[in-house]
């Protein structure tokens, strides 16, 4: 199942009106990711991993009070977002 382009295709969390967007480096507002992800046209964590990631997400439901099988489940979701997306698939080096 695919998250609706309402939510941060990086960390999943809803994006409900411009000031949760995140910003371009020209100044617009990114359709794609929120404000705690993106700025000024570059990823605020952009080593963070896809696990990393949803760990994150996990965490910060689970101090929210989701309950946990909702958490897991929703998080376990952040791997379909547009950021974590496979550009290529690399071959093993023999």
Known sequence: MMFHQTVCQSCASPIRKDAEKGKERNG????????????????????????????????????MKFPRFLADGLADRVQTLKRWEKSEVLSPVI
């Open 28 to 63: 617009d507002f990114s359709e794609l990711y929120c404000r705690r992800c993106y700025q000024s046209g570059m990823f605020t964590d952009p080593e963070i991993t896809v696990d990393e990631m949803h760990e994150t997400v996990r965490v910060k439901m689970l101090e």
